[in-house]
């Protein structure tokens, strides 16, 4: 895509978003030297530690000063008897999906317990017997069908059943300054999203994990005994500049931008560029037609097994919008989306089984297949984004970007 695509794509998007109401925002781009993180807080949960047996839900985003958290903990005397890792795992290695092992950390010596596979993505009774206090600290990048969402729901209700507290180490939401999509319906309910939210809720994991808490969401309505350890120097209206990547396949911040919208191709034919070096910034596919640009998926660290590998796909380098554009509009983009069913010459075959499951419901399949326009679509959420934000109001533990 040229600079001359993307300049007439940004004057359509602006008269459609002034047509939403949608506003431009003016956000102030921050990175980890402007805010303090919950895991550098340390005065704040160390005591809460003191003389007790202590598990760590973390990944390769749970550091303190370019330190790992686990490690740094150690150093400070905490009691860390195991750990516990999501998707892609403890060093935030393996592929999308891929099994994720139960192991032990070759540096410390810890058992790390996976929750991520078909049976154990909860914490069991066993798990937890000698420890006191749970710790969670992962990188969130706002958007409901990213499982770290479903990791946290997960280990909130295995600490509320067996009677532990957990402490939330609070971090900046990159895509925190906008609230977009479809709201899940319960018919699918999945690990790619568990709760009654919109793709894009707007929240920190932190106030997340409240409002699971404040609204029964968890088995029988439970309630987790939770702390969260919250962020200095931050509103939602800032731009976060993450200082690690997230996931193997959101590499930079035009990956994590693009995300929300170009998450949506994971249950269709295309390719979002896994097996290349721009993931979540690029699409194709083989059949694509009237395209300008292509790429061919090879294996690579995070995408041994890449959709399509050794083939050319036909598609679309969008890394320029969405390092210019996301940064000023908050919103699900669907041109990319629809403009590729259009163009895929079978389109009985577009949409696979897990569509439904990242849109939330299948009433987004049947817009685009009846050529609804996207318009029409985003108009089709407000009501419902409308009544989440009323909810979400309730849980906010820094100042709104409205």
């Given at each position: 895509m040229?600079?001359i695509?993307?300049?007439?794509?940004?004057?359509?998007?602006?008269?459609?978003a002034?047509?939403?109401?949608?506003?431009?925002l003016?956000?102030?781009?921050?990175?980890?030297?402007d805010?303090?993180?919950?895991?550098?807080?340390?005065?704040?949960y160390?005591?809460l530690?003191?003389?007790k047996?202590v598990?760590?839900v973390?990944?390769?985003?749970?550091?303190?000063?370019?330190?790992?958290?686990?490690?740094?903990l150690?150093?400070?005397?905490?009691?860390?008897?195991?750990?516990?890792?999501?998707?892609?795992?403890?060093?935030?290695?393996?592929?999308?999906?891929?099994?994720?092992?139960?192991?032990?950390?070759?540096?410390?010596?810890?058992?790390?317990?996976s929750?991520?596979?078909?049976n154990n993505?909860?914490?069991?009774?066993?798990d937890?017997?000698?420890?006191?206090?749970?710790?969670?600290?992962?990188q969130?990048?706002?958007?409901?069908?990213?499982?770290?969402?479903?990791?946290?729901?997960?280990?909130?209700?295995?600490c509320?059943?067996?009677?532990?507290?957990l402490?939330?180490?609070?971090?900046?939401?990159?895509?925190?300054?906008?609230v977009?999509?479809?709201?899940?319906?319960?018919?699918?309910?999945?690990?790619?999203?568990?709760?009654?939210?919109?793709?894009?809720?707007?929240?920190?994991?932190?106030?997340?994990?409240?409002?699971?808490?404040?609204?029964g969401?968890?088995?029988?309505?439970?309630k987790?005994?939770?702390?969260?350890?919250?962020?200095?120097?931050?509103?939602?209206?800032?731009?976060?500049?993450?200082?690690?990547?997230?996931?193997?396949?959101?590499?930079n911040m035009?990956?994590?931008?693009l995300?929300?919208?170009?998450?949506?191709?994971?249950?269709?034919?295309?390719?979002?560029?896994r097996?290349?070096?721009?993931?979540?910034?690029?699409i194709?596919?083989?059949?694509?037609q009237?395209?300008?640009?292509?790429?061919?998926?090879?294996?690579?660290?995070?995408?041994?097994?890449?959709?399509?590998?050794?083939?050319v796909?036909?598609?679309?380098?969008l890394?320029?919008?969405?390092?210019?554009?996301?940064?000023?509009?908050?919103?699900?983009y669907?041109?990319?989306l629809m403009?590729?069913?259009?163009?895929?010459?079978?389109?009985?075959?577009f949409?696979?089984?897990n569509?439904?499951?990242?849109?939330?419901?299948?009433?987004?399949?049947?817009?685009?297949?009846?050529?609804?326009?996207e318009?029409?679509i985003h108009?089709?959420?407000?009501?419902?984004i409308?009544?989440?934000k009323?909810?979400?109001?309730?849980?906010?533990?820094?100042?709104?970007?409205?």
């Amino acid at each position: 895509m040229n600079n001359i695509s993307i300049f007439l794509i940004l004057i359509v998007f602006a008269l459609n978003a002034n047509s939403q109401g949608i506003i431009q925002l003016e956000n102030t781009v921050k990175t980890l030297n402007d805010v303090k993180v919950g895991a550098d807080r340390t005065a704040e949960y160390l005591p809460l530690l003191k003389g007790k047996s202590v598990a760590v839900v973390a990944n390769q985003s749970s550091n303190i000063k370019n330190t790992h958290l686990v490690d740094s903990l150690i150093s400070l005397g905490v009691s860390i008897k195991k750990v516990f890792c999501p998707e892609h795992g403890f060093r935030g290695t393996v592929d999308a999906g891929e099994k994720v092992v139960t192991t032990k950390d070759p540096k410390t010596g810890l058992t790390i317990i996976s929750l991520y596979g078909k049976n154990n993505k909860k914490p069991k009774p066993e798990d937890l017997k000698n420890i006191d206090v749970v710790i969670f600290d992962i990188q969130d990048v706002g958007v409901r069908f990213y499982t770290y969402l479903s990791t946290l729901h997960y280990v909130m209700e295995a600490c509320a059943e067996n009677k532990k507290k957990l402490i939330l180490l609070d971090r900046p939401n990159p895509n925190g300054y906008y609230v977009d999509g479809p709201i899940m319906e319960d018919a699918y309910k999945s690990f790619l999203g568990l709760h009654p939210v919109p793709i894009v809720y707007g929240m920190t994991i932190g106030e997340y994990a409240q409002m699971v808490n404040g609204e029964g969401w968890l088995k029988n309505a439970e309630k987790c005994d939770l702390k969260v350890i919250t962020i200095v120097g931050y509103e939602h209206k800032d731009l976060y500049e993450l200082p690690v990547r997230p996931s193997p396949n959101l590499p930079n911040m035009p990956s994590v931008y693009l995300y929300p919208s170009l998450g949506l191709f994971e249950g269709t034919i295309v390719s979002v560029g896994r097996g290349t070096e721009l993931p979540f910034q690029v699409i194709g596919h083989p059949t694509l037609q009237k395209t300008n640009y292509q790429f061919t998926p090879k294996p690579m660290a995070g995408a041994t097994e890449p959709k399509y590998k050794g083939l050319v796909c036909h598609g679309y380098n969008l890394v320029n919008f969405g390092a210019e554009y996301l940064k000023e509009y908050g919103k699900i983009y669907l041109y990319w989306l629809m403009g590729t069913y259009e163009n895929t010459p079978d389109k009985t075959t577009f949409f696979d089984e897990n569509f439904n499951y990242h849109a939330g419901n299948a009433t987004l399949q049947k817009q685009i297949k009846d050529g609804v326009t996207e318009d029409e679509i985003h108009k089709s959420w407000l009501e419902g984004i409308k009544k989440f934000k009323l909810t979400r109001k309730k849980y906010l533990l820094y100042k709104d970007f409205e």
